[in-house]
């Protein structure tokens, strides 16, 4: 943990020169650094996992082993990567393109796959106008009336 400490540390003095911009961009490389940790932490379990296989398959002890401790810390270790990169993606905001949906740099102006623009979240471009639909709700509601029409044929 203290590693990761240290690079939170790292990244807020850091960040605490620049501007709020280039802060995104300093606590996305922060979130980078972290999952790199993290997978660095990850690799280590692994190895210490594969030495502890080894010595108890040469002692002869390797039938009652439990590796659920292991495997757990391995899985919580997966579990943060994953949250690292979420928080990574949101941060990096990409935009998708309107048009073919193709997820562009944050910075991009036209998409860089099918060369649309982007940009304006709005979709308000195509203004159709449905207030002026008052076509046909102005029949007055004549329903036939059973009591009034049918009575007297009779
Ligand atoms: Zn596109």
């Given at each position: 943990?203290?590693a990761?400490?240290?690079?939170v540390?790292n990244a ?10 280039a802060?995104r ?7 980078k ?10 690799s280590?379990?692994y190895e210490n996992?594969?030495k502890m296989v080894y010595?108890a398959?040469?002692s ?13 810390c391995?899985?919580?270790?997966y ?8 928080r990574i ?14 997820k562009?740099d944050d ?10 623009k ?7 471009d195509?203004?159709t106008d449905?207030?002026d ?7 007055p ?5 059973p ?8």
């Amino acid at each position: 943990m203290g590693a990761f400490e240290d690079v939170v540390i790292n990244a807020k003095s850091a960040a605490a020169s620049v501007g709020k911009e280039a802060g995104r961009l300093v606590d996305i490389s922060k979130l980078k650094l972290n999952a790199a940790e993290l997978q660095r932490d990850i690799s280590k379990k692994y190895e210490n996992l594969g030495k502890m296989v080894y010595d108890a398959y040469k002692s002869g002890t390797s039938d009652n082993m439990s590796f659920d401790e292991h495997i757990g810390c391995i899985d919580e270790l997966y579990k943060r990567i994953e949250e690292v990169n979420e928080r990574i993606n949101a941060l990096s905001k990409k935009s998708a393109c309107p048009k073919c949906g193709f997820k562009n740099d944050d910075k991009a102006v036209f998409c860089s796959h099918c060369g649309a623009k982007l940009g304006e979240e709005s979709q308000n471009d195509a203004t159709t106008d449905f207030s002026d639909d008052s076509f046909g709700s102005d029949l007055p509601s004549d329903e036939k009336n059973p009591d009034n029409n049918f009575s007297g044929e009779e």
